[in-house]
């Protein structure tokens, strides 16, 4: 099975820092990976994704992750944070079922708290 | 535009009684899910649908039953409450096409259950 693991389930930084949220996975084929965004008492949101082609993926609200497959890495970045980032960050990866479907692992989150 | 809608918001229920989470999808999804999150665990799958009149189990399934009568809605079902089941409940739904994991899956705004 596959597992998904996030370096740090709390990360803080001022106001036009970078951010750099860390996800490596395993998986034994070519991966899809996801990175999600989860606001104060609101569901997920997609902010990227990664099936195939172009290793570096953009995403919403300025954001972007790098896909390395040597690293079995999944990275998500920010250039510069601001105050409305400050949420929790899920990485996820697909696993195929027998049977042919496919389902959504997910790390345990990542809180971003980002101060002026 | 609704997307993915859950009821109710709240519930506190005592250990013992049952109830039922509902979720209603207008985005004529075929894969449905249902997703509890608990802290420092992101989320895990208890169930999901691949379409109408069809479930199967997810990584977390015991204690809860689900049925997809109908395309658009997706019932989690709590036979008899536990404390352990104490938990937001997030269900979600994503298109069903060749390579559907490629498809995002939509997710709503959760439901927090509390069992005393």
């Not at chain 2, 977390?60 to 036979?79: I, T």
């Amino acid at each position: 099975a596959q597992s998904v693991t996030q370096l740090g389930s709390h990360v803080s930084v001022s106001e036009g820092a970078l951010v750099l949220l860390r996800c490596n996975y395993s998986s034994s084929v070519p991966p899809y990976l996801f990175w999600y965004v989860q606001y104060p008492n609101q569901g997920l949101q997609l902010l990227l994704k990664y099936t195939t082609g172009a290793t570096l993926v953009k995403g919403i609200n300025g954001f972007e992750a790098e896909f390395k497959k040597s690293e079995t890495s999944f990275h998500l970045t920010k250039p510069s944070a601001h105050m409305s980032d400050a949420a929790e960050y899920f990485c996820a990866v697909s696993e195929t079922e027998s049977g042919g479907y496919n389902k959504l692992i997910f790390g345990a989150g990542t809180r971003l708290a980002v101060h002026p | 535009n609704a997307g993915v809608t859950q009821t109710p918001k709240f519930r506190v229920l005592k250990t013992g009684q049952s109830m039922t989470l509902l979720c209603a999808q207008d985005m004529n999804h075929e894969y449905m899910y249902w997703y509890r999150q608990d802290p420092g665990m992101g989320l895990r799958l208890i169930h999901y649908s691949v379409g109408e009149g069809t479930t199967a189990k997810g990584e977390v399934p015991d204690g809860y039953n689900v049925s997809r009568l109908k395309k658009q809605n997706f019932l989690l079902g709590l036979e008899s409450a536990a404390p352990s089941q104490t938990s937001v409940y997030f269900c979600a739904s994503s298109y069903s096409s060749t390579g559907s994991w490629t498809q995002p899956q939509h997710f709503g705004d959760g439901t927090r259950l509390s069992i005393l």
